[in-house]
């Protein structure tokens, strides 16, 4: 069946070092992407989105990367940092007019002074 | 104030007790989700409602029934509480008129059945 799935559930860093976090998509139709940064204790957030028509996405810190041919999206976290620390999902949306976002198991980032 | 407000926080409760989770929202959005989440499996979807008088199954709603009693209030309902409904529920909501809506998250109701 479809599915997103991410390839490492806990991922630890040193401060200062980049992160990359996987996720793997199976539905060709989806034709949107949101990472969702959740922190202890708290709902998950939207923390960047991508487009299916796009590669790459930045922001302040961070990149998406997104390759259709291989159904894969990364999340980089350049110079991590403590506040990084969170489980990050990624959600795919599908196209069909019905935009139901669909969760990923969700990645555990772990930065360390 | 929170946009979607999530009441209980916690709740402990019986096997065999019946349960509701309560979910309600100021952010004006006609669509709203349950979803329960359980270490390493992510958050799944239980039920989704796109309006008023509209309610769809989701991944897993066996045990579940919802109930949208306005465009802001939506509650999720353990008929028959059991262990393994133990998790962290969280309440969403998006909006239809925006394109691949990103959805706004509850704080969670932390539920344990013993």
Known sequence: ?113 | DADVTQTPRNRITKTGKRIMLECSQTKGHDRMYWYRQDPGLGLRLIYYSFDVKDINKGEISDGYSVSRQAQAKFSLSLESAIPNQTALYFCATSDSRVVGGEAFFGQGTRLTVV
């Open chain 1, 1 to 113: 069946g479809e599915s997103v799935g991410l390839h490492l559930p806990t991922l630890s860093v040193q401060e200062g070092d980049n992160s990359i976090i996987n996720c793997a998509y199976s539905n060709s139709a989806s034709d949107y992407f949101i990472w969702y940064k959740q922190e202890s204790g708290k709902g998950p957030q939207f923390f960047i989105d991508i487009r299916s028509n796009m590669d790459k996405r930045q922001g302040q810190r961070v990149t998406v990367l997104l390759n259709k041919t291989v159904k894969h999206l990364s999340l980089q976290i350049a110079a991590t940092q403590p506040g990084d620390s969170a489980v990050y999902f990624c959600a795919e949306i599908r196209s069909g007019g019905s935009y139901i976002p669909t969760f990923g198991r969700g990645t555990s980032l772990i930065v360390h002074p």
